[in-house]
């Protein structure tokens, strides 16, 4: 999620570096961030990114749930 306005970065799907490829870009506004620390490179965005740590297991990859990142729960 983009921390200037916590939304989905992608524009297309699982597609956010910059055209350098240097840098991750959020395609609804164009704030950009260090791919290493997550760390704002732009005025724009004042929050870096949230660090989702993964796990790797018989070649599929899955997040680990965090008290910053939680699984969605439908109200319903």
């Keep these: 999620l983009c921390?200037?306005?916590?939304?989905?970065m992608d524009l297309l799907e699982n597609q956010f570096w910059a055209t350098?490829?240097?840098c991750i870009i959020c395609a609804s506004h164009g704030a950009l961030y260090d791919p290493q620390t997550g760390a704002s490179m732009?005025?724009?965005a004042k929050k870096p990114?949230?660090?989702i740590?993964?796990?790797?297991?018989n070649?599929?990859?899955f997040w680990q749930p965090?008290?910053?990142i939680k699984p969605y729960?439908?109200?319903i």
């Design 3 to 8: 921390g200037h306005l916590g939304i989905e």
């Design 49 to 51: 990114l949230i660090k």
């Design 59 to 61: 070649h599929k990859v």
């Design 20 to 22: 350098s490829r240097t």
């Design 53 to 57: 740590d993964l796990l790797e297991e």
């Design 66 to 68: 965090t008290y910053q």
């Design 73 to 75: 729960v439908c109200p």
């Design 42 to 44: 732009t005025p724009i």
